[in-house]
């Protein structure tokens, strides 16, 4: 039996956006094995009902489990945002979703206290980032708005620095958080830090961007060394990624993302035939 401590970190998104987690936690923890599943064939998730997300995400997390992984990361903020507490206490591994770890950076960034929130419309209707910064600090002044086109945008591999169409949407987009002057925006919806950089160039120098999907990475690997899980053999970390489309879009948009982060194949797999329940009895 594989010791735990050797074991895979097991990643999880609708898509492309855990990677932002995943090319962090390969910059963090090079010793580490990754398996990465994003759901390409149901992608996105944050424009469905919170019961549909309920079960994919369940469903997902059987998928991870079954890879023996010795950690959950839920690399979606949509999911975060949505799957219920109890559920992942129950789980037989250590779990993190990616909404405390980013709103604590948050909290922390700000100075003037307004802060902006950006994310799918399951994010924002559910008020999780909102409710995790009010914890942190009861002065903040809060900004959502959900952005619905980005997550297709960021899918279709328009999230080149200098892309007209995902500009101008952008512009569309934060006009309200410019008025409101926020000085930090939460890109909560781990999909987002593939457009940084223009959302960076709309927002304006004086406007920090916090990056939930490398947040939540800092987040994990800190948990991970306090449970005392991080490899200590001097193996070289690989990742495997499992999509369940087809894998030539995603190896290749991954490949453009992940650069010397990548490192590893892409293979198709079915998630449907998966609990429900993510096999879990609590
Ligand atoms: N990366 C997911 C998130 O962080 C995108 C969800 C979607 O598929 O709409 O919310």
């Not at 999230?159 to 409101?180: G, H, I, M, S």
Request: proline letters at 5%; aromatic letters at 8%; charged letters at 20%.
């Amino acid at each position: 039996m594989t010791a735990m401590r050797e074991r895979p970190i097991g990643v999880f998104d609708s898509g492309l956006g855990g990677l932002t987690a995943v090319r962090e936690l390969r910059r963090l923890l090079p010793h580490e094995d990754i398996v990465y599943f994003g759901d390409t064939g149901r992608v996105p998730y944050g424009t469905r009902g919170v019961d549909t997300i309920i079960r994919y995400a369940k469903q997902d997390i059987a998928f991870l489990l079954e890879q023996k992984v010795k950690f959950v990361m839920a690399a979606c903020g949509t999911v975060s945002s949505t799957l219920p507490a109890e559920f992942s206490a129950a789980l037989p591994v250590g779990f993190t979703g990616v909404v405390q770890c980013t709103a604590q950076a948050a909290a922390k960034a700000t100075k003037t206290g307004r802060i902006g929130i950006i994310g799918t419309p399951a994010t924002i209707a559910s008020r999780s980032y909102e409710a995790a910064l009010r914890a942190l600090r009861s002065d903040v002044q809060i900004t959502a708005q959900s952005c619905p086109l980005f997550v297709p945008l960021v899918e279709n591999g328009y999230f080149n620095a200098d892309n007209e169409v995902t500009r101008l949407v952008a512009e569309d987009y934060l006009k309200p958080l410019q008025k409101a002057e926020v000085d930090t925006l939460i890109l909560g919806c781990t999909h987002y830090p593939l457009i940084a950089p223009i959302l960076a160039k709309v927002m304006g120098p004086q406007v920090a961007l916090i990056d939930s999907g490398r947040e939540t990475a800092l987040c994990t690997a800190a948990l991970l060394r306090e449970a005392d899980l991080l490899r200590n053999d001097g193996h070289i970390g690989t990742a495997q990624y499992f999509v369940s489309d087809s894998t030539e879009s995603f190896a290749t948009l991954s490949g453009w993302f992940l650069g010397e982060y990548a490192g590893g194949d892409v293979t198709r797999i079915s998630v449907d035939h998966y609990p429900a329940d993510g096999g879990i009895s609590q």
